[in-house]
């Protein structure tokens, strides 16, 4: 796992982006990405609008959702719709219904997208993520026993309201397994109040449970944490 210590932490993660994306085009004449949400997302889509990136030969999946519709302020698909997709033309947009009376339905169902679009097992050229203040990654939240589950037969999950983490929604998220066999994971981390958990996440003993971000150490391709200095601190 990487860490890159950087002035502009949207700036670096944006880089990343083009530099995955233009290789899996190259490589595979197409690139699979899922997005984040949370507070690292704005910043990131913002300069992803002027980048230099194959977004007609890009699938934009999503890492996690929130059981909210499309234009709710707090779906992810609506961050992402306002701050990057209606800028740009991707090649296909795989949304995660969250306004599903049905989310463990919703779950199998994007489940098979993600088969469908990538094979099987499907495997993404990069997933962005963010650290939330427990440690979770996508909505794989800490003190929670599932998120100690790789998935290797499921893939995607409908997980209950968070206990300890705002909003207090339930959520259908990604499980590790692609996350860890991603080509490339990008972690973007901000400010000196994640500097305890991002330390955790690093180099803390292994506890899956306690910090799901550490499931980004078991990465198969590139795994990299971009963070500031603040955030960097305590490493």
């Given amino acids: 796992m990487e860490v890159a210590v950087v002035g502009d932490v949207a700036a670096e993660a944006a880089e990343l982006l083009v530099e995955s ?66 800028h740009v033309k991707a090649g296909g947009v795989h949304r995660i219904r969250g306004e599903a009376a049905d989310l463990d339905g919703e779950a199998r169902r994007y489940a098979q997208d993600l088969r469908d679009t990538l094979g099987t097992p499907p495997r993404l050229d990069l997933v962005l993520l963010g650290l ?18 790789r998935g290797e037969t499921e893939l ?14 339930e959520r259908i998220t990604l499980l590790p397994l692609l996350v860890v066999t991603a080509r490339m994971a990008v972690l973007q981390v901000s400010g000196g109040a994640k500097a305890e958990v991002l330390a955790r996440m690093v180099k803390g003993p292994e506890d899956l449970v306690a910090c799901p971000g550490q499931w980004m ?11 500031d200095a603040a955030a960097a601190s305590r490493l």
């Fill in 132 to 149: 939330g203040p427990d440690g979770h990654i996508c909505s794989l939240f800490a003190g929670e026993p599932g998120s100690a589950d």
């Fill in 217 to 227: 150490r078991k990465a198969t391709g590139r795994s990299v944490v971009v963070c």
């Fill in 156 to 169: 995607v999950r409908h997980v209950a309201a968070p206990r300890r983490v705002d909003p207090k929604v």
């Fill in 21 to 86: 994306v233009a290789g899996a085009v190259a490589a595979r004449g197409r690139a699979a990405v899922a997005l984040t949400g949370g507070s690292s997302a704005p910043p990131l889509f913002a300069r992803l609008q002027a980048a230099s990136v194959p977004w007609a030969k890009a699938e934009i999946f999503f890492s996690d959702e929130r059981a909210v519709p499309p234009d709710h302020e707090l779906s992810n698909y609506r961050v992402a719709f306002e701050g990057l997709l209606r």
